[in-house]
């Protein structure tokens, strides 16, 4: 049997005669897969376009384009360095955050820093860190800001002592997990060696048990979890940065800086504002502080008014009952949209391989490994997962995990596969 070449027209032309007649190929078989995958390789992982003129100056391959996309959507290379993680579906907001409560009842808890702090106001004085802690009230969007001056269970407790003095004492604490706490600086290091460490969860699981305070901790890597106190993070750092800069500054001085700060961000808007001139008041988280702005200019005391005591309390009442509704009608419709993350995408299974994404290591240096266990939320969407590695087990958000794509979609062409992960028609 000889070798079946493609005619044309081409035969007058000045070209070699592999390229004027070039091997006829079918698409199915096994040695045009080869054949691909070996020029796709020696000729350093080009696209589609480009990879289908290369093996035409050889081949003549019927419906090669199909087969080319095909082959490169096998390649693991390009696959990985092209595919998508699965972004989930954003979830209904939890109950604490939609039902009438008093403020920091439940209280989202964050750090940011290290911060320089001079001992005095002396020149040449000595320089130690120090850290902000961040306290949020999970439905009104009120903020409490402290100085920690040490990496220790008993400083982070004075703190939050200092926080239940003030505020009252709150029923739940969130925050991230502590390997959150890890950012791509290393800013944070120290906080985490002490935070993860067993003889810290174990001082405060000791004290806060007596109070009845429970901590929810979000799952690794994923801080978009806890997008309410990385938002008040933003916005107290971004205050002091356009205040302080560089400057150096002692702890009376960072204690006055933060409670100013705490003080402006309570005083900002929490639903949009409205064009009738006649309203100049505004919802605030402030209002359920202290019943106003906490920059407001105080108003002339009502205390000479003839009134009965009775009616000046349901007059209160009245008052605080009024920010509640206000809370219900203004403030609760502005989190009814999904700003982002509203398509609906495929639910992880078990037994699906992923890779691992790492934002502190390349891609290509991804650990792979099995999904064993979804935890669907209430409405039935996987956003967290326990994956199986060749070392351990560890629970990520499905954000952090990229799918490798399953044998009967990579059988299948890729317009017809579902997955986001499909790398686009891009030459490299």
Request: with cysteine; hydrophobic share 40%.
């Amino acid at each position: 049997m000889g070798i079946l070449r493609a005619g044309g027209r081409l035969f007058n032309a000045n070209l070699p005669f592999n390229h004027k007649h070039p091997v006829l190929l079918p698409p199915e078989s096994h040695l045009s897969n080869l054949i691909v995958d070996h020029f796709h390789r020696i000729y350093l992982h080009p696209g589609p376009s480009l990879l289908q003129a290369l093996v035409q100056l050889e081949y003549w391959i019927p419906s090669a384009r199909r087969l080319i996309r095909q082959r490169i959507f096998n390649c693991q290379r390009c696959y990985r360095l092209k595919a998508k993680s699965f972004i989930p579906k954003m979830a209904d907001l939890p109950s604490y955050r939609v039902r009438a409560e008093r403020a920091f009842k439940r209280t989202g808890l964050d750090f940011a820093g290290p911060f320089l702090m001079k001992e005095s106001g002396r020149r040449k004085a000595l320089l130690s860190k120090v850290y902000l802690c961040i306290f949020v009230c999970m439905t009104t969007k009120a903020i409490h800001l402290e100085v920690v001056t040490s990496l220790t269970a008993d400083a982070f407790l004075a703190t939050l002592d200092r926080f239940v003095s003030l505020r009252g004492l709150p029923s739940d604490l969130y925050s991230d997990c502590g390997s959150n706490f890890v950012s791509a600086a290393g800013k944070l290091k120290e906080w985490y060696k002490w935070y993860v460490s067993e003889n810290t969860q174990e001082e405060l699981a000791e004290r806060l048990t007596p109070l009845q305070i429970k901590w929810h901790f979000n799952p690794p890597r994923a801080p978009h979890f806890g997008g309410i106190w990385e938002a008040g993070v933003k916005s107290a750092k971004s205050l002091m940065l356009r205040t302080v800069g560089d400057a150096v500054l002692t702890y009376e001085e960072f204690a006055t800086l933060f409670a100013k700060i705490g003080a402006v961000l309570n005083s900002r808007p929490i639903c949009p504002l409205s064009n009738d001139p006649s309203e100049c008041e505004y919802l605030s988280p402030g209002h359920f502080l202290i019943g106003e702005a906490l920059l407001a200019v105080p108003e002339p005391t009502l205390l000479d008014v003839t009134l009965n005591r009775l009616d000046r309390w349901q007059l209160v009442k009245r008052m605080t009952q009024f920010f509640w509704d206000r809370w219900h009608r203004e403030y609760l419709s502005t989190l009814q949209s999904r700003v982002k993350w509203n398509e609906n995408t495929p639910n992880l299974q078990v037994g699906d391989l992923v890779f691992l994404k790492d934002d502190n290591s390349p891609v290509l240096q991804w650990p792979r490994g099995r999904v064993v266990e979804v935890h669907p939320g209430q409405d039935g969407v996987v956003r967290v997962a326990s994956v199986q590695t060749s070392t351990s087990t560890f629970s990520r958000p499905v954000a952090k995990l990229v799918p490798l794509f399953p044998e009967n979609v990579a059988n299948s062409s890729p317009a017809e596969n579902p997955w986001n992960g499909w790398p686009q028609e891009q030459e490299h």
